[in-house]
């Protein structure tokens, strides 16, 4: 049993306006290379596609090289869309991640595609896709990295046997499910789908199974955090993850920019209701308001894991949120204990 809350990261590898993908990646690198050191137990990569201001579409490619820069932290996808690859694919480039990273790589699954419709055709996915396939592919996939059956003529080399810890990703009801039904380890998408994360929840405990891989559910959650001096500093630096999603609804680049003083200029009353209801589960505050939020999510939802998603403009300033929240799960008594599982 783990003493405090289970914190972890999830890294959009967000660019700056006219910023290089090579020095975003840098950053993200050095977060990595940070987080470890606070006692983050794991790192985890987005699959984005053709998203200006994203650097991170080629998702192992980026958990090879955090890994190769870290030493303890478990690094991986949060998560890779199962949908837009051959499963033998995944599974041979986790298996080549876990073959070289032994014991600290991990597999987030989600079905969304990562990209519009175009990008989804670009991907070679079948536009008639829901979804729907979902189960069968992680099946398949499974079967690559679980043991050689007899007869088994396809197999993924290195991956087979290899066991990497797969984790189902959502944002509604449907993985939640299927986590459970199948007792895998869950991920909620709070970030930017919070009206959905209570139901989830319950869906997910309700439905579990104990299995080869869990006896009890472990139910993580991603949450927009910034933590800082005050609520006033707190808030302000949360204009630039609020200027992002603004920019994603009108379709623009969502390249992270400064943080400003006020988003009533920038925004109409329905694109604010938009913004707002996306990042309705955000946790933005000085140390207490934070530790207070934190300690009410966990309550409410017997969240097992925090993974936490701060895009800050500034650097230093994502840094000390990072730092600062791993000391607010440190010291809340409330917290301590919930983790209750170590995937």
Not at 46 to 70: D, N, R, W
Not at 184 to 203: G, K, M, S, V
Not at 312 to 318: G, I, L, P, S, V
Request: glycine letters at 8%; hydrophobic letters at 45%; charged letters at 20%.
């Amino acid at each position: 049993m783990d003493k405090e809350l289970a914190l972890s990261v999830l890294d959009l590898v967000g660019m700056r306006t006219g910023e290089t993908a090579g020095s975003a990646i840098a950053r993200s690198v050095d977060l990595a290379q940070h987080v470890e050191q606070w006692g983050y137990r794991r790192f985890w990569l987005a699959e984005h596609h053709s998203i200006a201001g994203l650097a991170c579409s080629a998702t192992s490619v980026l958990i090879g090289h955090v890994a190769a820069a870290t030493r303890t932290i478990r690094v991986g996808s949060g998560g890779v869309m199962l949908p837009n690859h051959a499963p033998l694919v995944v599974a041979e480039q986790f298996g080549t991640l876990e073959a070289l990273y032994p014991g600290r790589i991990d597999l987030g699954l989600g079905r969304a595609p990562g990209g519009d419709f175009q990008t989804m055709r670009a991907l070679r996915r079948d536009s008639r896709q829901s979804g729907d396939d979902f189960p069968a592919l992680l099946a398949e996939l499974q079967s690559y990295l679980g043991p050689e059956k007899p007869g088994q003529v396809v197999k993924a080399i290195p991956g087979q046997g290899s066991h990497v810890p797969i984790t189902l990703l959502g944002s509604s009801g449907f993985s939640a499910h299927l986590a459970g039904k199948l007792g895998l380890p869950f991920a909620f998408a709070a970030h930017f789908a919070p009206e959905y994360l209570y139901a989830a929840a319950q869906i997910y405990r309700e439905q579990f199974r104990p299995g080869a891989v869990l006896q009890k559910p472990y139910l993580m959650i991603a949450v927009q955090v910034i933590a800082a001096e005050t609520d006033a500093a707190a808030r302000r630096l949360f204009t630039t993850p609020q200027q992002r999603f603004l920019q994603l609804i009108r379709n623009q680049p969502v390249e992270l920019l400064p943080p400003v003083d006020s988003m009533d200029s920038l925004w109409q009353d329905w694109e604010r209701d938009a913004v707002q209801n996306k990042l309705g589960a955000a946790i933005i505050g000085s140390d207490a308001t934070v530790r207070q939020r934190l300690e009410r999510l966990v309550e409410d939802t017997g969240a097992n894991e925090i993974i936490a998603v701060t895009d800050t403009y500034e650097h230093a300033d994502r840094l000390a949120s990072y730092q600062r929240l791993a000391g607010i799960a440190a010291a809340a008594p409330a917290l301590a204990g919930s983790s209750v599982v170590s995937p």
